[in-house]
């Protein structure tokens, strides 16, 4: 008696399928939760660095309103 082993092509494209569209509709409902358009340097590497060196420019400058104000404070 012997054993036969058949594979379901079919089968196995839909699968392949449907892991693509999870991974698709993962990453749009992280997207939406989170509310912002970049969520990793994967979504828009050039976007991400744009926005880090506008975060960094923020953080001087209130740093530099902070240093303002206690300087008025000490005169």
Do not use: C, H, P
Not at 22 to 41: P, Q, T
Request: no cysteine; net charge positive.
């Amino acid at each position: 008696m012997g054993l036969r082993i058949n594979t379901n092509v079919a089968s196995l494209n839909a699968q392949r399928q449907l892991m693509g569209t999870k991974l698709s509709l993962d990453k749009s409902f992280e997207k939406l939760a989170s509310g912002y358009r970049i969520n990793r340097a994967g979504d828009d590497a050039a976007g991400l660095a744009i926005s880090e060196n506008l975060r960094a420019q923020i953080r001087g400058l209130k740093q530099a309103q902070r240093n303002a104000q206690d300087g008025v404070s000490l005169i």
